[in-house]
């Protein structure tokens, strides 16, 4: 199996050519939708068929008994895992500068960034420090939002959020509407991070018939393997 990342025009003729499955990021339905009817639409000219290529975006999930419990657990982890520190590293990395006197629970940098700089790998998507700051400036004055909160936001994966039987339905949604083939599940805490998913979600999954009950080959060697199966639901016949 050939599992490939990529998200510029060379990576998505890659995939296209070569790939079983490729990683997305883009977890929202539209976004997931224009990426996946792009990639997939070049598959015809190496001879393949649509199905032939998995798309497989990486998704976190917070459940909760009900959804207000689901959300509020989920901004709680969120901010533990954007400190200060790293809400701060990641405005540095696009400022080009000391931003270490800047309170991060408070408003983004009233300075430039430093000019001639590239900025570093990984953390934009833009290679223009001045239109990236302005670009979140006017997020964070739009949402009012503080530097921690606004990178909280930018660096946030696909997140469903909800109860069992919500994260169930945002997934089935996502996989029905072409916006996915299934999802990579990152879970905020390891080991046992998926624990309740396992538990809570997959069931319901596999009873609206998009999650496989039984597997076709030899049984699973390790009882982690058989505990926690790739989370890939599958279309409804029909």
């Given at each position: 199996?050939?599992?490939?990342?990529?998200?510029?025009?060379?990576?998505?003729?890659?995939?296209?050519?070569?790939?079983?499955?490729?990683?997305?990021?883009?977890?929202?339905?539209?976004?997931g939708r224009a990426f996946s009817a792009d990639v997939k639409r070049r598959l015809a000219r190496y001879g393949r068929k649509p199905d032939e290529l998995k798309i497989m975006p990486a998704a976190t999930f917070v459940l909760g008994d009900t959804e207000q419990e689901a959300q509020?657990?989920?901004?709680?982890?969120?901010?533990?895992?954007?400190?200060?520190?790293?809400?701060?590293?990641?405005?540095?990395?696009?400022?080009?500068?000391?931003?270490?006197?800047?309170?991060?629970?408070?408003?983004?940098?009233?300075?430039?960034?430093?000019?001639?700089?590239?900025?570093?790998?990984?953390?934009?998507?833009?290679?223009?420090?001045?239109?990236?700051?302005?670009?979140?400036?006017?997020?964070?004055?739009?949402?009012?939002?503080?530097?921690?909160?606004?990178?909280?936001?930018?660096?946030?994966?696909?997140?469903?959020?909800?109860?069992?039987?919500?994260?169930?339905?945002?997934?089935?949604?996502?996989?029905?509407?072409?916006?996915?083939?299934?999802?990579?599940?990152?879970?905020?805490?390891?080991?046992?991070?998926?624990?309740?998913?396992?538990?809570?979600?997959?069931?319901?999954?596999?009873?609206?018939?998009?999650?496989?009950?039984?597997?076709?080959?030899?049984?699973?060697?390790?009882?982690?393997?058989?505990?926690?199966?790739?989370?890939?639901?599958?279309?409804?016949?029909?």
């Amino acid at each position: 199996m050939l599992i490939q990342a990529g998200d510029a025009d060379e990576g998505r003729e890659f995939a296209a050519a070569t790939a079983d499955i490729v990683f997305s990021r883009y977890g929202t339905l539209e976004a997931g939708r224009a990426f996946s009817a792009d990639v997939k639409r070049r598959l015809a000219r190496y001879g393949r068929k649509p199905d032939e290529l998995k798309i497989m975006p990486a998704a976190t999930f917070v459940l909760g008994d009900t959804e207000q419990e689901a959300q509020e657990r989920a901004a709680h982890i969120r901010r533990q895992q954007v400190s200060a520190q790293t809400a701060i590293a990641h405005l540095e990395n696009v400022w080009g500068r000391d931003l270490s006197s800047y309170d991060p629970d408070g408003p983004l940098p009233d300075v430039d960034p430093v000019p001639d700089r590239d900025l570093a790998h990984g953390w934009v998507h833009s290679g223009d420090r001045f239109g990236t700051a302005t670009q979140w400036r006017a997020a964070a004055t739009e949402k009012k939002l503080t530097i921690r909160e606004l990178v909280i936001e930018l660096t946030g994966r696909q997140s469903f959020i909800g109860t069992p039987a919500s994260v169930a339905a945002q997934i089935t949604t996502h996989v029905q509407a072409d916006a996915a083939d299934g999802f990579v599940l990152v879970p905020h805490l390891t080991p046992g991070g998926l624990d309740d998913f396992v538990d809570d979600v997959v069931p319901l999954l596999q009873e609206g018939g998009v999650f496989r009950t039984e597997y076709s080959g030899p049984p699973c060697a390790t009882t982690w393997a058989c505990r926690y199966p790739a989370a890939r639901p599958r279309r409804r016949e029909g």
